[in-house]
């Protein structure tokens, strides 16, 4: 499968799509920015013919002021997936049959249903902005504590229930701010709502991939756990209808960016399964994506079903795939974000000393000093976000010596404690009996940040790939490519 460069400032070259060959759009809204690819069936495998990312900025302040929430604006989110779609030619969005569209998983978003969006323009350049909907409560949410979430039912599935999920987040809503959840009556992750908006229905086909993502959904016999819910007074007119991964959501219900009315839209699904799926992994791939945060990934065996109820503290999880299949997942809350929030810092500290770096040139910076310390006895443990296994974790510095205080020997450590907190998740032991042979890696932060290679290949034990194809957009797009 060939990839595109990825260039925030506009498009890729554009590569002239073949006449009647199937062409699909692949969408992933992420946590810091939207990416959309079209692939196209070339005869001897899918090509990416054209793609564009763009950062979304939507951060916004949450309306749990003080309780570590973590909301983002939609209106943001969608101008950046329009900026997208404006950058690819015309012509080429006219050929697009199929969507596939994927994003951050366990957030919500609530809108009114039929009066989610508004749909502007005319002709080819008609879209859809959004009206009355909620800001998204994204999976780094922090406004459901540790005793909050002891204080809800224990759910009937093999996952548990942590802050930033979707029922979560209901709940919290239902028991501190009952007054927001009536002024919404359907709700989704925000994949969901784009593809709501896209076929012009008022409640969405969630798939078992994101309704897995939220809490409270049985994965074995994929269906809400209605009983545990209704007895606690949950408003589960909230809760979507479910699909298989891989089933269509509907159709467009009118052009869109030029990709016609009628074209093919898959039911929403999870960002962590569309990347894997998008490197097309082996049985002996692990797979290892490190960008806002990290995951490290690898296939469970044909047959393989979880436990009917959920190991809090275990630190894998696995997440429905496709074709009734799992993934083993290490999903650390810590990762490119952890990277960003010392920067961040060091901009603070500047600032107070009078003197202003862009933070891109910080960055890099930093991570030209920490190639010049191959090694440091300096130790970080970097979950300053937290686990979902151990929510009340915070990051420490040991072992701080004069002699390793410089910034290079910081930024060594920081790196070093994002991998090595990974591999405490899912060591290495754990992929080899799992038939593990080498990692493909991928991810913005990896892709970035030399070091963080560097120390990759010094904590695991197999070779590793870096494969520019891994990307969750490329495997929206390739999953409803691959549809019959």
Not at 148 to 159: E, K, R
């Amino acid at each position: 499968m060939q990839t595109p460069a990825q260039v925030d400032g506009g498009a890729s070259p554009a590569v002239p799509p073949g006449p009647g060959r199937a062409c699909a759009l692949g969408i992933d809204l992420g946590t810091s920015s939207v990416k959309v690819a079209v692939v196209e069936d070339a005869g001897r495998g899918p090509v990416v013919v054209e793609s564009c990312s763009r950062e979304t900025r939507a951060q916004v302040e949450s309306q749990a002021a003080g309780l570590q929430g973590d909301e983002q604006d939609i209106q943001k989110i969608v101008a950046a997936l329009d900026e997208c779609l404006i950058a690819l030619p015309r012509q080429l969005l006219q050929g697009v049959r199929r969507i596939g569209i994927s994003g951050q998983m366990h957030g919500i978003v609530f809108w009114k249903a039929g009066r989610g969006c508004k749909w502007t323009g005319s002709g080819t350049g008609q879209r859809f902005e959004p009206e009355e909907v909620s800001h998204l409560i994204t999976w780094q949410d922090g406004r459901c504590s540790s005793i909050f979430l002891s204080l809800l039912p224990p759910p009937q599935s093999h996952l548990s229930v942590a802050t930033g999920f979707g029922c979560a987040t209901i709940y919290w809503y239902l028991r501190n701010s009952p007054d927001f959840l009536t002024r919404y009556d359907v709700a989704g992750t925000i994949q969901d709502y784009v593809v709501s908006m896209l076929c012009g229905q008022e409640r969405p086909r969630m798939s078992v991939q994101n309704a897995a993502s939220w809490g409270y959904f049985n994965t074995t016999r994929k269906n809400w756990n209605m009983d545990i819910l209704g007895e606690s007074h949950f408003p589960i007119h909230f809760l979507p209808e479910i699909v298989d991964p891989g089933d269509l959501a509907g159709e467009t219900s009118c052009v869109w960016h030029a990709i016609p009315k009628g074209a093919q839209v898959g039911a929403a699904l999870g960002d962590c399964q569309c990347s894997v799926y998008s490197c097309m992994p082996k049985s002996t791939d692990a797979v290892l994506n490190i960008g806002t945060s990290a995951q490290l990934t690898v296939l469970a065996p044909f047959g393989f079903q979880p436990a009917e109820s959920p190991d809090p503290r275990s630190p894998v999880t696995y997440f429905p795939y496709f074709g009734n299949r799992y993934l083993a997942v290490a999903a650390s809350l810590n990762g490119g974000n952890v990277l960003a929030a010392f920067v961040d810092m060091l901009a603070e500290w500047m600032a107070e000393l009078g003197l202003e770096v862009p933070r891109s040139a910080l960055y890099l910076r930093t991570i030209q000093a920490a190639l010049a310390r191959a090694d440091t006895a300096l130790s970080v443990c970097p979950t300053v976000f937290g686990e979902r296994h151990m929510p009340e974790q915070r990051g420490s510095v040991t072992d701080i010596a004069a002699s390793d205080l410089s910034l290079g020997h910081v930024t060594r450590a920081l790196c070093r404690g994002v991998v090595q907190n990974l591999h405490s998740m899912m060591p290495s032991q754990r992929l080899a009996e799992a038939g593990a042979k080498r990692i493909l890696a991928s991810g913005s932060a990896l892709s970035r940040n030399e070091v963080l290679r560097q120390e990759v290949e010094r904590t695991y034990p197999f070779p590793v790939v870096y494969g520019k194809d891994m990307d969750a957009a490329v495997g929206a797009a390739l999953v409803m490519l691959h549809r019959k």
